[in-house]
């Protein structure tokens, strides 16, 4: 099977869309981990802001997922 020219930059670019995806994931874990800690606590400024951050990690993620190429 013959690859189509551009095959290795793109291949290139989706592991580099991956690993940005995946260290987003890693971050949103800590932030859900982190909003647990602060409903135990009952902290709710704190738990505003973390899922403040929450919000925009899944954004990020779903551009991140939504940028890869089918393989």
Same mark, same amino acid.
């Given at each position: *099977?013959? *690859? !189509?020219?551009?095959?290795?930059?793109? !291949?290139?670019?989706? /592991?580099? !869309?991956? +690993?940005?995806?995946? =260290?987003?994931? +890693? &971050?949103?874990? =800590? !932030?859900?981990?982190?909003?647990? /800690? #602060?409903?135990?606590?009952?902290?709710? +400024? &704190?738990? =505003?802001?973390?899922?403040?951050?929450?919000?925009?990690?899944?954004?990020?993620?779903?551009?991140?997922?939504? #940028?890869?190429?089918?393989?």
């Amino acid at each position: *099977m013959k *690859m !189509r020219d551009g095959a290795e930059p793109d !291949r290139e670019e989706n /592991t580099e !869309r991956l +690993e940005q995806a995946v =260290k987003c994931a +890693e &971050e949103l874990s =800590k !932030r859900i981990q982190g909003l647990n /800690t #602060m409903l135990a606590r009952g902290d709710f +400024e &704190e738990i =505003k802001e973390i899922l403040s951050e929450i919000k925009r990690l899944v954004m990020d993620l779903e551009k991140y997922l939504n #940028m890869l190429d089918p393989v």
